[in-house]
Structures are given as C-alpha cells and as structure tokens.
C-alpha cells in the first residue's frame, strides 16, 4: 500500500521536512566549530574535530537502528501491517537503549581504544578525551533516537522527524553556548551539551512517535518473542558492517590530516562542515528514497520504486550543484567566520575547491545508499561499502607525495567508489520485484 502518489509535489512535501531537520544537524557541528574555533585555541577545535570522529565511529555503527528500521517500517507499511509497523518502533527505542547501556559501561576500554589509534598525542588527546567522555553519557538516548527517526521516515512521517530534529539540536546549540562560553568548559562543554540535548530529545521523540500508536495491541509476549529481535539484528547485520568500513574511511581521512599537525586536522574540520551540511540536506532525497522504495517494495510494485528513484534522482543532482556553486562563492567568508587562527584559515582555504565539489560528486553515492537501505539489501551495502573504502584507503597512500591536496584528491575519489561499487547492484535489485500492480497501472 503506497502511502501517497508518486508525484514530483508529493516527494518534494515529504522530503523538505528532512532537509529542513538535516540542515539544523551540521548547523550544530558550524556552531560548535564557530564557539570553538572563536577562542583562538586550535588544539580545542582539532580536539572537537578528532572527538567527532571517534563518537561517529562507534555511535555510528549501531547505525542500523536507523537504517533498517526505515527500510523494515517502510516495506510493513507498504503491505499494510499495521501490528508490524507499531510494534517495530517499540522494538527499536528497546534495542537503542540497551545498546546504549553496554556502550557507556564499555567506555572504559572504548576511549583510549580509539584514541590510539589517532595521530593525536599530547594535548590534542586530552581535549578530544573531555569531548568524547561527555558524549557517552548520552549514549542510550543517542541511539534510541536513531531508532525513532528510523521508524518516523519509514512511515514518511517526515514533519513529525523535523519538529524532533529542531528541539534536538536547538537545545543542543543553546547548551553548548552556555557550557563553553559561560562555564568556559572547553571541548568537554560541547560534548556534555549534546549529551543533555540527547536525553530531551528522547523523551520529546516518544511522545511525537507514540502518538496514535495503539500500545494494547502491541504489547504481548510476542512482542520480542518469535525471533522479532533476532529478525531486527540479522536484517541489519550487513548494514553495521557497511556502517563500519565508511566509518573507517572518515576515520583514515581524519587520521590523514592529523599527520600533517593541529592546524591541518582543524582546517579539514571547518570544510568537513561544508561536506556536513550538503549530505545532511541532500539526505532529505535520500530518506525519501529509503521510504518510497521500501513502501514499493512492500506492495510489489516495481513501476512505484523505477518512479521514486527518477524522481529523488533530479532533485538530488539539482541539490548537489546548487550547494557545489555556493560555496565556491560563499566559502572564503564561511572560512573567515568559523575560524580565527590564521594558519587554519590560509589552509582551509588552499583545500576550499575539493570541499566545494563534493555536493556534486557525491550525490549518486547518497542516493544508491538510500535505495538499497529502503530495500534492506544489507548484502549489497556491505560489499560495496568494503570494496570502496579499500580503494579510497589504496588511493590515499598512493597519493600521500601530494601532502594535504593528495589526501582530499583520495577523499573526493571515494564518492566514485562508492557510487560505482553499489551501482553495479542495482540491475540485480530492480530485477527481484516482481510487478504487483494492476494491468492499466495506478
């Protein structure tokens, strides 16, 4: 059952809500850079920097709680199992919040683990430590969150997804300002920020999501019983191992521009926010994408999900050279305002043309990885997000005479790879739906 028609109208109404959201997600990242990177203090801005990745390396891969929940949501919705749909958010927000639980109790050996293997050191290190401590005390919120939204974009529940995403990071922006500016916290002060943020937020989402859900029905020994969870975990398997190696690829990009000191690691952070807000907006196609293809596919119409797919398809390309073209002219004083070290700024603006270019180049790739997520093709992810981070990794080291212009040579390459490497599965995809639909079609 298509929730609504596949209209060039009706998929931009249900993918701005996510674009909206999605820009105030690196909006927080901007916010934060500008509160760090303000004070002067380039070793707190690199130590934000190499904390972000370190949390997106291990929040990140549990991941799949947001991917497959909208691919399984979407498809259940689609066949119009309505049980199946209410007890998947249920099952979700359990999972989230379990797994957040081992994750802070882990935090112990998680913290130095992932610090080692940074080319960090010194006092780098001990900005990145206050960051990343903080942060884990958010943790079950965090991923129960990714559970929430999940199931909120499988139901093309998008405006329900954006009020989330504004208290989200409104209340992070806001804390943050208070804790590094007020309480002079440094980069721990935007990370216990973000973590307070995150706990709101959860009990904000559950209330916007359990609105109308008929919990009687769904809450039996069934709930978790029958193999449901098992279902949940082997379902999303492949996509946390997808998760894993492109978290591995940013994680080697950072690395690369530890190696070369403070002031390139922190130049790259300011134009990784540039890459941030393009992605995060440009995923309001994608997770329509991820929604209308698992809905087609739930109804077994392969004409629905041909039809998605063109559609998220121009508006994702138009997006992609229209934040291209901006920032070309727009990055210079985004550069000037987000940093004052002088140093930051002469590098960042040397490496501005490989940010600006990778909205263009890299929307195939956020597309495909919307697709498949919507189909729950967890087999494809997985292989093609192993085969191009190990071709991004082969290219970097062969690039690495080249200094910091090989390491964003090597970076902009990756979005080929993984574009390419998911492409070649997508005949193979179209062709497993079989055509549902009646003859004189919808």
Do not use: K
């Amino acid at each position: 059952m298509i929730s609504a028609p596949l209209t060039r109208r009706a998929i931009f109404a249900q993918a701005w809500p996510i674009m909206l959201g999605q820009t105030t997600v690196p909006l927080v990242g901007l916010v934060d850079t500008a509160v760090i990177g303000r004070t002067g203090d380039a070793t707190a801005l690199a130590g934000v920097a190499l904390g972000t990745v370190v949390i997106n390396m291990i929040f990140w891969t549990f991941g799949f709680l947001r991917m497959g929940m909208t691919g399984m949501t979407a498809q259940a919705e689609g066949a119009g199992d309505a049980r199946e749909v209410e007890a998947m958010l249920l099952r979700g927000v359990v999972a989230g919040v379990g797994l957040g639980v081992v994750l802070f109790a882990l935090q112990i050996v998680l913290i130095p683990l992932a610090l080692e293997t940074m080319a960090g050191g010194g006092a780098l290190d001990d900005a990145a430590r206050g960051y990343v401590s903080a942060r884990f005390l958010g943790a079950p919120a965090s991923l129960a969150i990714f559970a929430i939204n999940g199931w909120l974009f499988g139901r093309g529940r998008t405006r329900a997804a954006l009020a989330l995403q504004i208290v989200m990071n409104l209340v992070n922006i806001a804390l943050n300002l208070l804790f590094v500016w007020h309480f002079h916290m440094g980069a721990r002060g935007v990370g216990l920020g973000t973590a307070c943020a995150e706990w709101i937020s959860l009990a904000v989402g559950l209330a916007i999501a359990g609105r109308g859900v008929d919990w009687g029905r769904i809450l039996s020994p069934a709930l978790f019983g029958g193999g449901a969870l098992r279902r949940l975990f082997a379902v999303n398997a492949d996509i946390m191992i997808r998760t894993i190696a492109l978290l591995s690829l940013f994680l080697w990009f950072t690395n690369a521009g530890a190696r070369l000191g403070a002031t390139a690691l922190a130049a790259n952070y300011v134009l990784m926010q540039f890459v941030s807000v393009s992605a995060f907006v440009l995923d309001g196609f994608a997770f329509t994408a991820e929604s209308r293809v698992g809905q087609a596919i739930g109804a077994g119409s392969r004409s629905a999900m041909v039809r998605a797919i063109r559609l998220t398809g121009e508006f994702s390309l138009l997006a992609g050279i229209g934040f291209a073209l901006l920032f070309f002219v727009l990055g210079p004083a985004l550069i000037a305002f987000f940093a004052s070290n002088p140093a930051v700024r002469a590098q960042a603006g040397a490496m501005l043309p490989f940010a600006a270019i990778i909205p263009a180049i890299g929307v195939p790739a956020w597309l495909l990885d919307g697709i498949f997520i919507g189909a729950t093709r967890g087999r494809a992810l997985r292989n093609a997000a192993i085969l191009a981070t190990a071709l991004y990794i082969a290219t970097d080291l062969l690039f690495r005479p080249f200094g910091e212009s090989g390491i964003w040579w090597a970076f902009m390459a990756s979005y080929l790879y993984r574009a390419v490497s998911l492409g070649a599965y997508l005949p193979g995809l179209l062709r497993t739906i079989e055509v549902a639909e009646p003859a004189n079609g919808p």
